[in-house]
């Protein structure tokens, strides 16, 4: 995988899962890439969508993150 500040979803492999996680409240879940391709394209970087991520928790906004886990291959 290219770096981070390069990457785009279409860069990211089925087998990495895409969690959005919050330091404010410290929730994390996980965000289908499916659904992010669908509201931002394929070609959209990681770095632009993850100033516009908010918790769904405590509303917070802006220090949000991505954090990226390779999930079991079958």
């Known amino acids: 995988m290219r770096p981070a500040a390069d990457c785009t979803l279409d860069d990211i492999p089925e087998w990495v899962a895409i969690f959005g996680a919050c330091p404010a409240c410290e929730r994390g879940e996980q965000i289908y890439k499916s ?3 669908r509201r931002f394209g394929k070609g959209a970087l990681l770095v632009q969508i993850e100033k516009k991520l908010r918790c769904t928790k405590c509303g917070g906004c802006g220090a949000n993150r991505f954090a990226l886990k390779k ?3 079958d």
């Open 71 to 73: 999930i079991p291959r």
């Open 35 to 37: 659904r992010l391709v």
